[in-house]
C-alpha cells in the first residue's frame, strides 16, 4: 500500500519543465510544437527556432559555412550525410537519436523495430520515448496489446512531463476515478494541453 502511495505522489506531483526541456543555446524552455525547433543530427540536441534562425542570419551575413549552432560540426550537403551523423549518435546510445530512428521505422512500417529502438530510448531515460511505447501498446502494433505496459509507460511519460501522455491518463482515469482524472487534467493545462481544458 505505501509503495502505491510513494508512486501516486510521484505521479501527481506538478512537473518543472515539460518533456522537451530546455533550449541549450538560449536556455528557453522548448516550445510543446515540436514544429517550432530542429533536432541537430550532429548532436541531438533540440534548439528552439529563434537560436536557429539566428544561427543562420549570423552565418548568412557573415558569410560563414553553415555549422551546428550547439556543437560547430558542419552541416552535411546531403541526406546521405545526414544519415550518417544520426546514425553516429545511434551507435553512440544517444536516447533522443534512438527514439529518432524509431520514429522512422514506424513511419516506415516497421513496428516491430520501432518498438525495439522506443524501448532503448526508454530504458536510456527519454521520455517521449516511454510516451511512444505506451501508443504501441495501446493500439498493439509491435507489440500484442497489453493495457498494463501501456499504463506503465504512460505514467512513466507523465511523470517526465509529457503534457499528452498526462491528458491521457486523465481520460482512462475518467470512467473509474474522476478525482484522479481531473488531477491529471489540471497538471496537463498547466503544461499547455489545450485538450485537457476542455475535458
Known sequence: ????ELRDELLF???ESSHRGDCPICCLPLPLDPKKSVMMTCCSKVICDGCDYADQIREAEGKLSFKCPFCRKPVPDTDEGFDNQRMKRVEANDPAAIRR???DQYNKGDYRSAVEMYTK?????????HHSLSCMYHNGQGVEKD?????YHMEEAAIGGHPKARHNLGCIEEDGNEERAVKHWIIAAAQGNNDSIKA
Open 13 to 15: 506531483k506538478q512537473p
Open 147 to 151: 493495457r498494463g505496459k501501456e499504463i
Open 101 to 103: 530512428e524509431g520514429r
Open 1 to 4: 500500500k505505501r509503495a502505491a
Open 121 to 129: 530510448a526508454a530504458e536510456l531515460g527519454d521520455i517521449t520515448g
